[in-house]
């Protein structure tokens, strides 16, 4: 997938696509959500984590990876040794789509057209921190990186290529660990997601 478009994108800073992501109306979500929730992380990040999109919590905040799953990612990443001063998080899509049941928010899956307008915010903060690697956490950030739909349990812990020619490692979703009903198996998963990080470590040259 192309997106000669935004290769003017070298101009700008990271802080200054920030700004300019507030306004975005490149796709409906943004009527519904309280906010744009932009990715986070130093300049000198040498990974680029993409989750899907903002959760519930994270529309309300306004920054990435701060719900239940966020907690639990940022303590994985700890346990391996990742440097958080070493990587950027954001999602593929940077508005919170959802239905209403009642008053509750519940999410709902990004469609094509979404993720690929959404690209457009993507693809400038890999242009701009140029990471050794980025990592698809599930299914919607795969297809956002790699451009196309992308068999993740098959793929997963395998590398790919960016429509830019960044390396892509696939795993899944740190949400979807919390979903596992068996305590067993929920230990199990998190294991198997520590193991994946290790090797996202072994990517990263900085
Ligand atoms: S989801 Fe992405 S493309 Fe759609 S309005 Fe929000 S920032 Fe823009």
């Known amino acids: 997938m192309d997106f000669p478009e935004s290769k003017h994108v070298k101009l700008k800073t990271l802080d200054a696509v920030r700004e300019d992501a507030q306004d975005c109306t490149r796709c409906d979500l ?5 906010q744009t929730v932009f990715g986070e992380g130093g300049n000198q990040a040498r990974v680029v984590f993409v989750g ?3 959760g519930d919590k994270e529309d309300v905040e306004g920054r990435p990876f701060v719900g239940p799953a ?3 990612f940022d303590a994985i990443l700890e346990e391996v040794g990742i440097d958080r001063k070493k990587t950027y998080v954001t999602n593929a899509v940077k508005h919170f789509k959802f239905e209403l049941r009642g008053k509750r928010r519940i999410h709902s899956k990004p469609n094509a057209g979404e993720i690929r307008a959404c690209r457009w915010w993507l693809d400038q903060e890999l242009t701009l921190i140029q990471p050794d690697v980025a990592v698809a956490l599930g299914a919607t950030a795969a297809r956002a990186l790699v451009g196309k739909a992308v068999p993740v349990m098959t793929l997963r812990g395998t590398i790919t290529e960016s429509a830019e020619g960044v390396p892509v490692f696939i795993t899944v979703h740190p949400s979807s660990l919390l979903r596992v009903p ?7 998963a998190r294991e198997l997601f520590a193991e994946d ?3 996202v470590k072994a990517l990263m040259k900085g």
């Open 70 to 72: 966020g907690r639990m």
């Open 197 to 199: 990080m290790r090797k």
């Open 30 to 34: 943004y009527k519904n959500a309280t």
């Open 182 to 188: 068996d305590e067993m198996d929920r230990r199990r």
């Open 52 to 54: 899907e999109q903002p």
